[in-house]
């Protein structure tokens, strides 16, 4: 069964420095990835995703993650976080379900402050 | 651009009131989802459809049914509301299953409180 852990609730971040969101992920097959962000009262968009290939995948906003299969991990990074960066950040997984179709979960979910 | 719209942005309802929630995508997904979203819990899937007048249940259906008569609507109803289902619910679309990977497009949510 898969399985999707954020290993920080919230992260606090002081703007202009580096910052890396954690996701480590389980499955019993191949799975693809994502990092969605959600503004306050939005609703979630796509940030990147993996879905083969290039293990480093470059997203919006400056935003990139790396797949590591051995450490089954999708950790997110930005090298240098502005204001309005301060968002939720959710990763997700998903693989092929029964009768084909794909099932995701999602973490529960990274909470970006980024202070001035 | 995709958009997937919601009917309401706040809702408020009172304890066994029969409330729908509609949900609207304009790109022709044949995938629908239905997600309720707790701090804290992150989304946790109600329902989804993978074609018209199809539904299943995902992982916390109790309390809830779906309709999903056209393509691009899929309904969420709550037979009779209680407080517990306060909560903000997030609908969202995704193309077959040839495309994406499974990569979702949601709705701008909509926070409903029962009291």
């Known amino acids: 069964a898969q399985s999707v852990t954020q290993l920080d609730s919230q992260v606090p971040v002081f703007e202009e420095a580096p910052v890396e969101l954690r996701c480590n992920y389980s499955?019993?097959?191949?799975?693809?990835l994502f990092w969605y962000v959600q503004y306050p009262n939005q609703g979630l968009q796509l940030l990147l995703k993996?879905?083969?290939?290039?293990?480093l995948v470059k997203g919006i906003n400056g935003f990139e993650a790396e797949f590591n299969k051995s450490q089954t991990s999708f950790h997110l990074r930005k090298p240098s976080v502005h204001i309005s960066d301060t968002a939720e950040y959710f990763c997700a997984v998903s693989d092929r379900g029964r009768g084909g179709g794909f099932k995701t979960i999602f973490g529960a979910g990274t909470r970006l402050f980024v202070k001035a | 651009d995709v958009k997937v719209t919601q009917s309401s942005r706040y809702l408020v309802k009172r304890t066994g009131e029969k409330v729908f929630l509609e949900c609207v995508q304009d790109m022709d997904h044949e995938n629908m989802f239905w997600y309720r979203q707790d701090p804290g819990l992150g989304l946790r899937l109600i329902y989804f459809?993978?074609?018209?007048?199809?539904?299943e249940k995902g992982d916390i259906p109790e309390g809830y049914s779906v309709s999903r008569e056209k393509k691009e609507r899929f309904s969420l109803i709550l037979e009779s509301a209680s407080t517990n289902q306060t909560s903000m619910y997030l609908c969202a679309s995704s193309p077959g299953t040839d495309s994406g990977g499974g990569e979702q497009y949601f709705g701008p949510g909509t926070r409903l409180t029962v009291t």
């Open positions: 499955s019993s097959v191949s799975v693809y």
């Open positions: 459809s993978y074609d018209v007048k199809m539904k």
């Open positions: 993996y879905l083969s290939g290039s293990t």
